[in-house]
């Protein structure tokens, strides 16, 4: 009779990147920490070495009543008696392995996309591996899976689904909001110096109830399609003075607040005006195409209705003055949508620093703990995160060449908001 799995805290092995001295060792560890079901994946060895490893994890895992799972190597799988195999798009077809391992062992497929699950399931496949979500470097080829493609696949199919590529304790509530069935984990457990420790706190991430309360949220490339009205500004702001823009101003200045900008823009090409004739001639510049002209991103508005349906506050953390925020929200009709704007003329400093971030929270009246972040620049990223809160990076053709440094430090990253998470 097939066995039933837990598959919500899935460990598949590394022993390149494992913390102790046998993988044994380190998978026991991950068990007792409560991992649910352990994958060997192992594709440096040869045949008789991951036979030999097989037996001994099998031994291992039948002891402590944990599912064994076994990728790739069917013949391995019913050598040991592991209660499944996994295998995934370029290995032996769903099919064919369903017929050679029987219907008694489980069989887990890797997918990329709605059709690939669809047919992995006809195939036979009692679970999904779906990623991977992240780039990593146990796989640096994988193809990424978009957050949207993930919830398509989730609604296409009834069998568990796990995602495996990049996860951690920090996104791990984002794909659980997400509907799906566990975490594959490497690193996240092998790699950790207590491996027992970093397993616990992921199984209490995953049976605690995801605890956003609030989502704060940039405006200008995040919720806003704004930048190429920066673009055009700067063009003729320092046109008018007779100087080209510099390849690197924009990055320079993206995180400042507007007064940080206007000075910094004063000492580096010597200009004459004061900082405030500076500020309110951006403001006029820009103040028209604000109130008529800038338009969302694609499924902001969608997103934020979902998100205020469901109980969440919402904030907005913006380097933009109230001259010119105010009518492009209004505009746009969402500015009744927000229950707290708190802008960098207000903290006096820019988002090179986390006090924007902290006083949309304290406006929405939480810890910045129980609130999710939306940005588009490393700098608001890295501040958001060091205020406390969980952030996501937000596709942006203007930062689009910051995009992996984002990745590596936000907690997910959205090409737009159909991918973005919910938390009810």
Known sequence: MKRQIDYSIYLVTDQSLMSTDSLAEAVEQAILGG?????????????????????????????????????????????????????????????AARRLIGEDMALGVSVRSVEEAVQA?????????VGAMFATSTKEDAEIVTMEVLRRIREAVEVPVVVIGGIHK???????????DGLAVISAIISQKNITAATEELVQLWHSTPSFKGAIFDLDGTVLDSMDVWERIDIAFLGKRGIAVPKDYVARICAMSFTEAAAYTVERFGLAE???EIVAEWNDMAVDEYSQHVRLKPHVLAYLQKLKADGVRLGVATGLPKVLYEPVLINNAIYDLFDAIAS????????????????????LHLPPQACIAFEDVPEGVKSAKAAGLVVYGVHDKYSESFRADIERIAEGYLVDFSEAPCFR
């Open 35 to 95: 991992c649910t079901v352990v994958q060997l994946r192992e594709k440096e060895l040869s045949a008789l070495a991951f036979y030999q490893i097989a037996a001994e994890l099998r031994r291992l895992t039948a002891r402590h009543d944990i599912p064994l799972i076994i990728n790739d190597r069917i013949d391995i799988a019913l050598a040991v008696g592991a209660d499944g195999v996994h295998i995934g798009q370029s290995d032996i077809p769903a099919a």
């Open 121 to 129: 399931v006809q195939d036979g496949a009692d679970c999904l591996g």
């Open 170 to 180: 920090n996104n791990a509530a984002a794909f659980k909001a997400a509907g799906v």
């Open 274 to 276: 004061s900082v405030e």
């Open 344 to 363: 960098t003329e207000e903290v006096k400093r820019g988002k090179t620093f986390p006090d924007v971030f902290v006083l949309a929270a304290q406006k």
